[in-house]
């Protein structure tokens, strides 16, 4: 089994000292803010990934 993917940043403070939480698959705390939260991976898109034809980004 490949190694899951660990976020890079608190999504509430957006410091970088984040450990996996005792409390289960997904779960991460955040040393900076003492916040907890968790991650889940809910399914690829249908449609697929997005190609901008145009030049311009938009």
Known sequence: ????????????????????????????????CNRAFGLKFLGLLARGPRHDVGGDGI
């Open 1 to 32: 089994m490949s190694e899951r993917a660990a976020p890079f940043y608190c999504p509430y403070c957006g410091d970088e000292d984040l450990r996996p939480s005792e409390a289960g698959h997904g779960a991460w705390e955040c040393a900076a």
